[in-house]
């Protein structure tokens, strides 16, 4: 376990010769499920912390950006979503986002290790507000598998809540998922994926958004701060089918919304997807954005 | 030392509960100096880190943000800065991005350590490129007095480029520093001061804010992403004795600076003022933005 002297500590390959560490009150959980190293403690700063092999999936402290932006950037940029499919995100929290949108209809969540959303219901994270919702079908297969097989169902958005490309999620980062997921999408429809720091991972999400441009009308990228994420933010690949403004939000949140979103506006929607120089230069040879701008 | 197994780790009152650490290759130099500890280190994917008083100050491989940010926008707010005065900056990088300008005429700049500049240059930081630049005039007095003395100086820009609040730089987050900062402006001067975390102190950077708007005709914050620092961004409190809009660059960097930057652009400048929902709630009420907004 990566606990030493009271103190949680994130290693991984992705992220050599850096280290993010966070104080630990009580180590609540800690098993291998069929997929993955589960791990739950509860933190003297950052409220109670899940851990998938050894990284940092959320704290309960900064957990409302990463959440607010997956979510709510690829629905506003769609404007009304009716129909949305989440993959992964078994902690609830991109669901507790989606289901404030009245006008969702059907949510279908494909997380493939049922141990991650029992963990967080187990564990009262702040997340796992929405497993209740009435218009959510769960079901824990391989999204991969799932997307295929879901191929004709017409979803208004997607959003991939994965964790990094090693281990269980590797497969979400090929061609042929997004591939799948474009042959999921309604007309207009808009994904969202997980997409790593502009700081550590550029000639990753370069490769990835060269891949999407081959499939998509629409291929943009834009990001977040996260303090408890590896460098201390982490980015999103947006897409549409049709060519769209991805950057700029066809609706805006209602008023109920607008109460309880700790990260998210319209404002914050259009500056995300600014980037600095350095990963503009590499970027804006691969996006694909509408010709209008 | 916090050098343990290999690995400095960075462990402070301002952020308890959280560490953030680096593999180090080699350390280069630790001494304390009249004012602090300055200790300096080789590290393994970060390139040469300078470390006072146990804080990282800046990393080779991400110190092109906070030294770009917090120089140009104050400057490219300012429009055509003549004359600038940076306060704090030993180890040179404000200095640097200041010296690109070619409009300016006029570098102060007060380091009350000596060993800063010194270890800056002595160990080739590459923040280190423009200790020779004929313009500059360096002195290695209390930044304090130094703004009090030169009080009808006629600067078009102030930057102040300070450690955190506790030990040498406390004084530098007082009133009445701001005031001498005022005294000491041209008309139509800005200034742009380290302002600190918006995940971690929201409180001290209202309280800055509001004392700020007490004092200046526009006051506003931004904020870029470092990996190195605490969270892994850090902002800037900007103000000006005019009423202006800030956020918006009153002119551009030119041909040769554009081809230099790795982080600021005109874009990134405005993008740079869009605060997460949780920080803009707080700060609204205390900033002081241009009435035509």
């Known amino acids: 376990m990566s606990i030493k002297d009271g103190w949680f500590s994130e290693t ?3 992220w050599p010769g850096q280290k993010f560490s966070l104080e630990v009150k009580e180590v609540l959980f800690h098993e291998r499920s069929d997929f993955q190293d589960v791990l739950v403690f509860d933190s003297v700063h950052y409220g109670k912390v899940l ?3 050894g990284v940092i999936q959320l704290t309960e402290r900064d957990e409302c950006s990463y959440q607010e932006m997956l979510t709510h950037i690829p629905c506003f940029a769609q404007g009304h979503p009716k129909k949305v499919l989440i993959v992964g995100g078994g902690d609830g929290g991109v669901l507790r986002e989606i289901a404030r949108h009245p006008g969702v209809e059907t949510i279908h969540m494909c997380e493939i290790d049922s141990m991650v959303c029992e963990v967080s219901k187990r564990f009262e994270f702040c997340t796992a507000s929405a497993f209740g919702d009435a218009r959510l079908k769960l079901v824990h297969e391989d999204a991969a598998e799932f997307v295929k097989k879901e191929g004709n169902n017409g979803y208004d958005v997607i959003i991939v809540d994965s964790s990094d490309p090693v281990g269980p999620a590797e497969t979400l980062f090929q061609p042929s998922f997004y591939q799948n997921m474009k042959q999921a999408l309604a007309p207009m429809g808009v994904i969202a994926t997980q997409g790593e720091c502009l700081w550590l991972h550029l ?3 370069t490769t990835v958004l060269r891949a999407c441009a081959e499939i998509f009308g629409s291929v943009d990228y834009a990001f977040t701060t996260v303090p408890s994420y590896p460098s201390g933010q982490i980015g999103f690949v947006l897409a549409s089918v049709e060519e769209r403004d991805l950057s700029t939000p066809a609706s805006t949140p209602n008023a109920a ?3 309880v979103l700790r990260y998210y506006s319209p404002e914050v929607h259009q500056a995300a997807f600014v980037l600095p ?3 503009e230069k590499e970027i804006a040879g691969v996006r694909r954005r509408s010709s209008k701008e």
């Open 12 to 14: 991984e390959v992705l």
């Open 51 to 53: 851990v998938l092999d």
């Open 203 to 205: 000639p990753l999400i």
């Open 257 to 259: 919304m607008t109460e």
């Open 277 to 279: 120089v350095f990963a």
